[in-house]
Antibody, heavy 123, light 106 residues
Framework: QVQLQESGPGLVKPSQTLSLTCTVS??????????WSWIRHLPGKGLEWIGY???????HYNPSLNSRVSISVDSSKNQFSLKLSSVTAADTAIYFC???????????????WGQGTQVTVSS | DIQMTQSPSSLSASVGDRVTMTCRAS??????LNWYQQKPGKAPKLLIY???SLENGVPSRFSGSGSGTDFTLTISGLQPEDSATYFC?????????FGQGTKLEI
């Protein structure tokens, strides 16, 4: 059973960079057919997909966040990471990492998720 | 962006009922539509993928249908544990988007 776990600071100051890491267990991040995504749940709003990375390092980001987002992968540690720069209070959310399955009949479905981590942007 | 609109925003039902909720896309997305269940404080759980395929381990009382722009999630024989918020998500466009959710109270 694949498991994902987010880690990182729960409080970030405005204008700084939010940094989170997702550790994957029970499966290899280098398995083909799977992308690794970050998703956030904004308070009072719905879920927003942030972006994904493939184990090769190929990335794709939500255009609305593209200029501020960077996702990287460390296959040796079975981890991938999110950096979101120039944060404001509007970036306060619960951040999830998830496996994006593009195999076995799935077409980019999020089939495994981390528990989520609350990140608050405040001075 | 493809906008996903869910209705109703909330509904109340009883154990044993059959409920249906809908998700509408702002443009045609073929069958690239997934449904998730989220309970408070928990991560979303995949229920249905590609509009009507049941994810492994999900009870058969959950079913999905639709194609193009209009999709439905049906729960037959409601159980108390089905109380949750349900989200749809389109994977047709590479900028994935989610609906705002339907909160189901039992």
């Amino acid at each position: 059973q694949v498991q994902l776990q987010e880690s990182g600071p729960g409080l970030v100051k405005p204008s700084q960079t939010l940094s989170l890491t997702c550790t994957v267990s029970g499966g290899s991040i280098s398995s083909g057919g799977f992308y690794w995504s970050w998703i956030r749940h904004l308070p009072g709003k719905g879920l927003e997909w942030i972006g994904y990375i493939y184990y090769t390092g190929s990335t794709h980001y939500n255009p609305s966040l593209n200029s501020r987002v960077s996702i990287s992968v460390d296959s040796s540690k079975n981890q991938f990471s999110l950096k979101l720069s120039s944060v404001t209070a509007a970036d306060t959310a619960i951040y999830f990492c998830a496996r994006d399955n593009d195999s076995s009949g799935h077409y980019h479905t999020f089939d495994f998720w981390g528990q989520g981590t609350q990140v608050t942007v405040s001075s | 962006d493809i906008q996903m609109t869910q209705s109703p925003s909330s509904l109340s039902a009883s154990v044993g009922d059959r409920v249906t909720m809908t998700c509408r896309a702002s443009q045609r997305i073929n069958r690239s539509l997934n449904w998730y269940q989220q309970k408070p404080g928990k991560a979303p759980k995949l229920l249905i993928y590609t509009a009507s395929s049941l994810e492994n381990g999900v009870p058969s009382r959950f079913s999905g249908s639709g194609s193009g722009t209009d999709f439905t999630l049906t729960i037959s024989g409601l159980q108390p544990e089905d109380s949750a918020t349900y989200f749809c998500q389109q994977s047709y466009s590479s900028a994935y988007t989610f609906g705002q959710g339907t909160k189901l109270e039992i």
